[in-house]
């Protein structure tokens, strides 16, 4: 049977990602909807070419722009824009599979929503359970939906929990492996002068500027051991980080035996997207195979927070003070922005989120409405403490 998929965030390199997988089994996927922010031409072009029912965009002018381009070619893709379309589009019963691939805070009204409806959901946006962990898991187990995850690391994690009971007790602790971006072996001192562009490459991955830019500051390796706490459902002080270079061993379980079960493959997300499209059978990702006669020296080092002081912030709201993950990820969404307006230095980004911690004050998180206040509350002070730098 066909599974109809609403893609979240199509034009990014996620969504590039999952349509290329679609592409290559069309026998097993059709495209119910696909959704951009602003990139119109990206996604017209791939209107063209998978034929969506839906396609989505932020703003009305882009939505207008869109039906021009589609009324031009006689296509029936119906066009529709904001917030509202995208949760629609998301629990829509024509949909059975969400791709969340819309990054950051932007994702989780439509990802929530098809948490909601039941839907498979194929998590890349790791935004959902930062700001709302346990609404989003209980969400999903009222509803009967099936969560399986895209980042690389939580999807390797999940392919080597295969067979192990629900309540993991025979799990001792998660190992999520790092890159160490591309200022990993850079003298510290030098780190205020970084670029965006310098930030925006890394060494091993293609992804987009923002993410780009979160594992340069290693934040994203905090921000993914939140999501890892409410996907495994495991204390975080059971989960680790460590610095593996060369991006081969995607994450690690250890076991109470003290056996290891690692997931190897390429640094490719295609191998994680296609894994989560096609589970729980296998299906062609069209990802080089791993020579393991080629690979080389695989190594691993611990994270240093001197170098990576967003890591250590990250760190210490998911060990102190959890509720306030809703302002780590809102103030780290403001400061990456700014540094890569350049309005503010690199090293400013960790800054921000300093100040932005130490002046919003969460006591608890019961609802959607306390996750959208604390966040709202926490952008402003970001953008505040940026106008003070």
Not at 81 to 96: H, Y
Not at 164 to 176: P, Q, T
Not at 179 to 191: H, W
Request: hydrophobic fraction near 45%; glycine fraction near 4%.
């Amino acid at each position: 049977m066909l599974q109809r998929l609403c893609v979240l965030g199509s034009t990014g390199s996620i969504g590039d990602s999952t349509l290329d997988v679609v592409a290559r089994n069309s026998d097993a996927f059709v495209v119910y909807a696909l959704s951009a922010h602003r990139n119109v031409e990206k996604l017209f072009q791939q209107c063209l070419k998978f034929n969506p029912v839906l396609a989505i965009v932020s703003e009305p002018h882009h939505a207008i722009e869109l039906q021009a381009h589609l009324q031009r070619v006689q296509s029936r893709t119906e066009v529709c824009c904001g917030v509202e379309a995208l949760c629609a589009a998301a629990c829509a019963p024509e949909c059975d599979t969400v791709v969340a691939a819309i990054v950051g805070a932007a994702g989780l009204l439509p990802t929530l929503s098809a948490a909601r409806a039941g839907k498979k959901i194929l998590l890349a946006n790791k935004e959902a359970l930062v700001m709302s962990g346990a609404l989003f898991m209980q969400a999903a187990s009222d509803s009967g939906a099936v969560i399986l995850p895209v980042d690389s690391e939580h999807n390797a994690i999940f392919q080597c929990l295969q067979g192990c009971d629900e309540a993991m007790s025979g799990v001792e602790r998660l190992i999520l492996t790092a890159s160490g971006g591309p200022f990993r072996t850079r003298p510290i001192t030098s780190l205020k002068d970084v670029t965006p562009k310098e930030a925006c490459a890394h060494p091993n991955w293609v992804m987009g500027r923002k993410i780009s830019v979160d594992s340069a500051t290693m934040i994203n390796k905090g921000l993914e051991i939140i999501e890892a706490r409410w996907l495994f459902d495991i204390a975080p002080s059971r989960i680790e980080a460590l610095i593996h270079p060369q991006s081969i061993v995607h994450s690690m379980v250890v076991f109470r035996d003290q056996s290891v079960l690692a997931q190897l493959g390429n640094p490719d997300m295609r191998t994680p997207i296609a894994h989560a499209l096609a589970y729980p059978q296998r299906t062609i990702s069209g990802v080089s195979a791993l020579d393991l006669t080629q690979m080389g020296a695989l190594t691993f080092e611990k994270a240093d927070v001197e170098r990576f002081p967003c890591l250590g912030l990250a760190m210490e709201v998911i060990n102190h003070q959890p509720q306030a993950s809703v302002v780590l990820n809102a103030s780290n969404e403001v400061a990456v922005e700014a540094f890569l307006s350049t309005r503010i230095r690199f090293t400013d980004i960790e800054r921000v989120i300093d100040q932005t911690l130490q002046r919003i004050t969460v006591t608890e998180i019961n609802s959607l409405d306390d996750v959208l206040d604390v966040d709202e509350r926490a952008r402003k002070a970001s953008r505040e403490s940026i106008a003070h730098l």
